[in-house]
């Protein structure tokens, strides 16, 4: 006979939104996120936190969403890809990696997207250095990360950040 797990409700922000789910005690971020909100954006590939494909902010910081326990974020504010667009508008930071040519296949984009504009909340103008560092976490296959890089640096430029 297989077990039924009691849900457990979880009240949170998303987006700016605030979000009511009944979410599996052992559901992980990534899948309330996906799953349960739709917001398929967010990415899983390693499931391990290894690949940053599903990175996320998680109160302002950047987080490995197959990593952490949606039951975690309880009361927290969560940022993903789909938060960062304004009014139809692509964030400055997605700009960039359309302009550069940083997206491919697409399937690093969003988790890169997130870890860079994590950095760039709380280091305006970032090193190459510190980009790739930032970066590290993040595995990309098809773009060899200098376009990437060269996305993420061009905002030092001066353009807008509308977060
Ligand atoms: S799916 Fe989360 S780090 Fe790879
Ligand atoms: S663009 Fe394909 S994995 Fe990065």
Redesign the pocket.
């Known amino acids: 006979m297989r077990e039924v797990v009691e849900k457990v409700d979880l009240a949170f922000e998303v987006n700016g939104d605030s979000v009511r789910l009944a979410v599996s005690p052992d559901a992980t971020l990534a899948e309330a996120l996906r799953d349960d909100l739709e917001l398929n954006g967010t990415k899983t590939g390693c499931e391990e936190g290894e690949c940053g494909a599903c990175s996320v902010l998680l109160d302002g910081k950047v987080v490995n969403s197959c990593l952490v326990l949606a039951l975690e974020c309880g009361g927290k504010s969560v940022v993903t890809i789909e938060g960062l667009a304004r009014e139809g508008r692509l964030h400055p930071m997605q700009e960039a990696f359309v302009n550069h040519g940083a997206?491919?296949?697409?399937?690093?984009?969003p988790g890169m997207i997130m870890t860079a504009y994590a950095l760039r909340l709380e280091n305006a103008s970032p090193t190459e250095a510190e980009v790739r560092r930032a970066l590290e976490g993040n595995l990309?296959?098809?773009?060899g990360y200098r376009k990437i890089i060269d996305a993420v640096l061009s905002l030092n430029n001066g353009e807008s950040r509308h977060d």
């Open positions: 997206i491919q296949c697409g399937y690093c984009s990309c296959r098809c773009t």
